[in-house]
């Protein structure tokens, strides 16, 4: 089983609507969390960190939930511009810079 | 203000011959960490250095070795290549040891193909 696992994509939605994306990460000293974005062939681009109380940026909200090791993603009226690679990212803190990436989930926002 | 940079952008190699990447972090960052992503999967950490030592290594085997200089850039280095390290090779900088809140800065990548 991968340490961070991510919904199977790829998402293919009407623009205007709202996706969610679900990530569970089975290492329960994980401690910084994080959504990355990636274009295809480009470097992946932090989107936003992920705080246990939420947090949200402008059409963007993370969730996440250390009790169930469960973190999510919500677009709200999506954009064109939105379709790209969504990474679920962990770091356990204990061992500095190694970021543990899920497979990522394809979004295709479609007019 | 420069990001990450990168070099080369492409890479065509034969198996059995050695490579380097070269990897340049934001001014002010100190910490320069390499991933390795193949077609269709998330990034594996390789190695992380901070202050010209080595922090982290990731699962690869000893072919692969890196350093970092007193300007705080970097370079990866693959010997004895295998097809199977056909992949895009991404440098992150950071200010700091990344974990808490030293967020991670991606170059554009080296993307390398092993023939």
């Known amino acids: 089983r991968k340490e961070v696992e991510q919904d199977p994509g790829p998402f293919n939605v009407p623009e205007g609507a709202t996706v969610a994306f679900n990530c569970t990460y089975s290492n329960s000293a994980s401690q910084s969390f994080f959504w990355y974005r990636q274009d295809c062939r480009k470097e992946p681009k932090l989107l936003m960190s992920?705080?246990?109380s939420g947090n949200e940026d402008g059409r963007f909200t993370a969730q996440l939930n250390r009790a169930s090791q469960y973190i999510s993603l919500l677009i709200r009226d999506s954009k064109l511009s939105d379709s790209a690679t969504y990474l679920c990212v962990v770091n356990r803190g204990n061992q500095g810079g190694k970021l543990i990436f899920g497979q990522g989930t394809e979004l295709s926002v479609k007019p | 203000d420069a990001g990450v940079t990168q070099s080369p952008t492409h890479l065509i190699k034969t198996r059995g011959q050695h490579v380097t990447l070269r990897c340049s972090p934001i001014s002010g960052h100190k910490s320069v960490s390499w991933y390795q992503q193949v077609l269709g999967q998330g990034p594996q950490f390789i190695f992380q250095?901070?202050?010209?030592?080595?922090?982290g290594r990731g699962n690869f085997p000893d072919r692969f070795s890196a350093r970092q200089f007193p300007n705080y850039s970097s370079e990866l280095n693959v010997n004895a290549l295998l097809l199977g390290d056909s992949a895009l090779y991404l440098c992150?900088?950071?200010?700091?040891?990344?974990?808490?809140?030293?967020?991670?800065?991606f170059g554009p990548g080296t993307r390398l193909t092993v023939t």
């Open positions: 992920v705080y246990s």
């Open positions: 250095y901070y202050e010209k030592e080595e922090r």
């Open positions: 992150a900088s950071s200010l700091g040891l990344a974990g808490g809140t030293y967020e991670q800065y």
